[in-house]
């Protein structure tokens, strides 16, 4: 997948997440906090034997990675 895919399925995957976890946040933050979710994402769909292909495929896995680092971060926060 190109670079302009990641940052596209990064924004989006952000922007889902921050919609499910009801937060707020700008368009960086939700590339950021989406790209680390298809990081966070890829490793716990590897872990538990998930394959994911294509867009919408990537997409779901960003996005459940970026639900994770959020609520992580809340977690940690004290949220």
């Known amino acids: 997948m190109s670079w302009i895919l990641w940052i596209i399925v990064g924004l989006l995957a952000g922007w889902i997440a921050q919609r499910v976890m009801d937060r707020k946040g700008g368009l960086i933050k939700n590339l950021v906090v ?10 716990l769909a590897n872990a538990v034997g ?30």
């Not at 998930?50 to 977690?75: D, K, M």
Request: net charge neutral.
């Open 50 to 79: 998930l394959e994911f292909y294509g867009f919408l495929g990537t997409l779901i896995v960003a996005t459940v990675g970026a639900v994770v680092v959020l609520w992580l971060f809340a977690l940690l926060a004290g949220r």
């Open 34 to 43: 989406g790209l680390i979710g298809a990081f966070v994402g890829g490793l």
